[in-house]
């Protein structure tokens, strides 16, 4: 079974920073697209941030420059570095994993993400 677990969210001011870390099992991260999205109530689950197989990084415009994702391909980690972290940021962050073969990017459509973690709350306070 391949399984997604996210954790490192939390409660921050405003100009804070918090990393986020998706552990996989039954999955290697560094052999396909893995990507951070996030959702607010209400509204579409959006991309956040997205390394695709070949190391290339794309980012939502709202967190260029503020959110950096990474991975450990030793522990089969993906990360998301958030800093400067501002009060529209809060949301359930999700890691996910596609099996889809080429690159796809961050606005790639919510189907080709085929393993979901469960999410980790990131509140940031103004």
């Known amino acids: 079974h391949v399984h997604l677990v996210e954790s490192g969210g939390g409660s921050v001011p405003a100009g804070g920073s918090l990393t986020l870390r998706c552990d996989a099992s039954?999955?290697?991260?560094?052999?396909?697209?893995s990507g951070w999205f996030r959702q607010v109530p209400g509204k579409k689950r959006e991309g956040v941030a997205v390394?695709?197989?070949?190391?290339?990084?794309t980012y939502a415009d709202s967190v260029k420059g503020r959110f950096t994702i990474s991975q450990d391909n030793s522990k089969n980690t993906l990360y998301l570095q958030m800093n400067n972290l501002k009060p529209e940021d809060t949301a359930m962050y999700y890691c996910?994993?596609?099996?889809?073969?080429?690159?796809?990017?961050?606005?790639?459509?919510?189907?080709?993400?085929?393993?979901w973690g469960r999410g980790t709350q990131v509140t940031v306070s103004s």
């Open positions: 996910a994993a596609s099996g889809y073969p080429g690159t796809i990017g961050h606005r790639s459509p919510l189907p080709l993400w085929t393993i």
């Open positions: 039954g999955w290697t991260h560094s052999h396909h697209s």
């Open positions: 390394i695709d197989n070949d190391g290339t990084t």
